[in-house]
């Protein structure tokens, strides 16, 4: 889930006597990106690539329904970058970067136009705006794929600077998967390709398709063909 920090690197049951809900969940019942992410636990992991660790990630809940994801290299760490998501009804919204876990916004995202539709990205519709965040995965995990296709901007506060972007995204429901360091998981999968103009002409900077384990975390397994040809599984899972 790290595309503009890692583009200039290289260059997410009632019963009748109890109802026991998870404030972030409209039905207990139902699967969460949570549950796949950990997105609101103090939850950690690391990903090797040909035997060593290529990187970190770690989250950092804020509030029932904010938290911040770093990535990073485990050598340096904590990273001088997070992503800021937010929990909201039916989605998890993208709101920007910050200069580190739980800090300001320092770039703020926002979408000029959003669409969804099914697993191939056909019959695309548009989405209903939510304060120009982007709609970057639905809650509830659902059982059929749908695909997300969302274009803006990446501003800092003071609108010093703009830079362009476009996020295609096609997700999967839970299916069995393995790595090299794990067997027997239930995964989503999250196919991405990310345009931007930063520091560029505007042009494709990522592509890749990675797995969410549900109980593990992110990057289960990383295989991405844009900007490089480069694989990575997670090794290491943790909380701290």
């Known amino acids: 889930m790290k595309r503009l920090a890692f583009v200039i690197g290289l260059s997410a049951v009632l019963t ?4 026991v809900v998870d404030p972030r969940s409209s039905d207990a019942a139902t699967e969460t990106y949570a549950q796949y992410t950990l997105m609101f636990e103090k939850a950690a992991g690391q990903y090797f690539a040909g035997g060593t660790a290529a990187g970190q990630w770690a989250w950092t809940p804020l509030s029932a329904t904010e938290s911040d994801i770093s990535w990073g290299d485990p050598k340096a760490w904590p990273p001088k970058s997070a992503e800021h ?65 969302a274009t803006g901007t990446i501003k800092p506060p003071n609108g010093a600077t703009t830079v362009t972007f476009r996020h295609l995204q096609k997700w999967l429901p839970p299916h069995p998967c393995t790595n090299p360091y794990y067997k027997a998981q239930t995964c989503v999968t999250q196919s991405e390709q990310w345009w931007d103009d930063n520091q ?29 040809a480069w694989n990575a599984d997670g090794r290491y899972y943790w909380h701290y």
């Open 16 to 19: 009748t006597t109890v109802a």
């Open 85 to 149: 998501f937010i929990h909201d009804g039916d989605w998890v919204l993208l709101d920007g970067y910050n200069d580190g876990a739980g800090r300001p916004l320092t770039q703020i995202q926002r979408v000029t136009t959003e669409t969804i539709g099914d697993a191939n990205c056909g019959n695309m519709q548009p989405i209903p705006t939510d304060g120009g965040r982007q709609h970057y995965v639905k809650w509830a995990i659902p059982t059929t794929g749908y695909c997300l296709d």
């Open 200 to 228: 560029h002409p505007y042009a494709l900077q990522l592509a890749r398709t990675v797995e969410l384990a549900k109980g593990l975390g992110m990057a289960f397994t990383n295989r991405t063909t844009v900007p490089l």
